[in-house]
């Protein structure tokens, strides 16, 4: 029989036959083709968030324009593209894993330092059994080098990222969306007391968390989410309201008052100042009288005089004036 026969041909033939069909049926069946349906949408939410990088054509509140960054996060962070959203929170995880439990230095210089021993060792080798090294030999005729577009390109991206955060740090400080600003002191405030509890490769973790699921929650119960932030946008607006009409009666109270107290106080002047001019005589000139001249200002200093003064005369004693002095004798006391 061919089955049988000794060169087993029809039975070689017969398991081709057997490995063609399996291998048609994995890789042109159902579970094939959903691998490479998902692969081809995987591709096309990639290439529409790699496409997302463009500038904002809304500003910022200052006018200046915003970087591409912002529609990409924005982009990624909707999950209007959830394979790629996916992807994206899943690799940063990993590398957080990775940084946290791998001593991925301590590797790469042990890699560094085997790669470098084997190809010493190979050109040493050669020389000495071939009369050429082995890794010579290897060698490319041009080195690798990197382009300078490449350079400008990578470095564009790198100071567009940079002023990504350093605008949205200022946005959020400087409240352009209250909301955004809100969020951030809740965040900051549960960061500052998570910190003594959870290692920061713990912090990174949840934040990265946040950061990619509550955009998804609000996006999946958007309608119950927004009827309850308009419930309570309108109960802070009533309370509002309400104090800005109490405010608003207590300034015109103090207003009146102050102006009432004010009218008090200007009449009061006014009549001291009606009653002070009513008991001051005032001076009643004559039309007929000549008006006095400006007295004349004296001078500050008294005027010398022009007369020599009148001396008065002693009058001389009569008789000789006597040389010496004359003592008169004191009379005796009676013993």
């Given at each position: 029989m061919a089955d049988t026969t000794p060169n087993g041909g029809s039975l070689l033939e017969t398991t081709k036959t057997n490995a063609t069909a399996a291998y048609d049926s994995v890789t042109n069946g159902p579970v094939a083709q959903n691998v490479k349906d998902q692969q081809a949408k995987t591709q096309a939410e990639l290439s529409n968030l790699a496409a997302s990088r463009r500038t904002?054509?809304?500003?910022?509140?200052?006018?200046?324009?915003?970087?591409?960054?912002?529609?990409?996060?924005?982009?990624?962070?909707?999950?209007?593209?959830?394979?790629?959203?996916?992807?994206?929170?899943?690799s940063i995880v990993s590398f957080i894993f990775v940084a946290r439990y791998l001593d991925v230095i301590r590797w790469a210089l042990k890699v560094s330092s085997m790669a470098l021993s084997v190809t010493v060792a190979a050109e040493i080798?050669?020389?000495?059994?071939?009369?050429?090294?082995?890794?010579?030999?290897?060698?490319?005729?041009?080195?690798?080098?990197?382009?300078?577009?490449?350079?400008?390109?990578?470095?564009?991206?790198?100071?567009?990222?940079?002023?990504?955060?350093?605008?949205?740090?200022?946005?959020?400080?400087?409240?352009?969306?209250?909301?955004?600003?809100?969020?951030?002191?809740?965040?900051?405030?549960?960061?500052?007391?998570?910190?003594?509890?959870?290692p920061y490769w713990g912090l990174a973790i949840i934040a990265t968390t946040v950061a990619f699921f509550v955009p998804l929650v609000y996006a999946s119960n958007k309608e119950l989410i927004d009827h309850h932030l308009k419930n309570a946008s309108d109960a802070i607006n009533a309370q509002t309201a309400q104090f800005r009409s109490v405010a608003q009666k207590q300034a015109d109270h103090i207003?009146?008052?102050?102006?009432?107290?004010?009218?008090?106080?200007?009449?009061?002047?006014?009549?001291?100042?009606?009653?002070?001019?009513?008991?001051?005589?005032?001076?009643?000139?004559?039309?007929?009288?000549p008006t006095s001249a400006a007295p004349v200002k004296q001078p500050e200093f008294p005027v010398a005089p022009t007369e020599e003064p009148n001396l008065k005369k002693v009058a001389e004693p009569e008789g000789p004036v006597p040389t010496e002095p004359v003592i008169e004798a004191e009379p005796l006391i009676a013993s």
């Open positions: 904002p054509v809304n500003p910022a509140a200052t006018g200046q324009p915003l970087t591409h960054y912002h529609s990409f996060f924005s982009e990624l962070l909707s999950w209007k593209n959830p394979r790629a959203s996916t992807i994206a929170y899943a080798a050669g020389k000495a059994v071939l009369s050429h090294g082995l890794a010579t030999q290897m060698r490319p005729r041009r080195y690798l080098t990197i382009s300078r577009p490449t350079i400008d390109s990578f470095i564009g991206d790198v100071h567009e990222l940079i002023n990504f955060f350093v605008i949205e740090a200022q946005r959020i400080l400087f409240v352009e969306n209250v909301g955004a600003s809100a969020a951030a002191c809740v965040t900051a405030f549960l960061s500052y007391h998570l910190v003594k509890l959870v207003t009146s008052v102050g102006k009432q107290y004010a009218g008090d106080y200007t009449g009061k002047v006014q009549e001291m100042l009606r009653g002070r001019g009513a008991t001051s005589p005032s001076p009643v000139s004559s039309p007929k009288q």
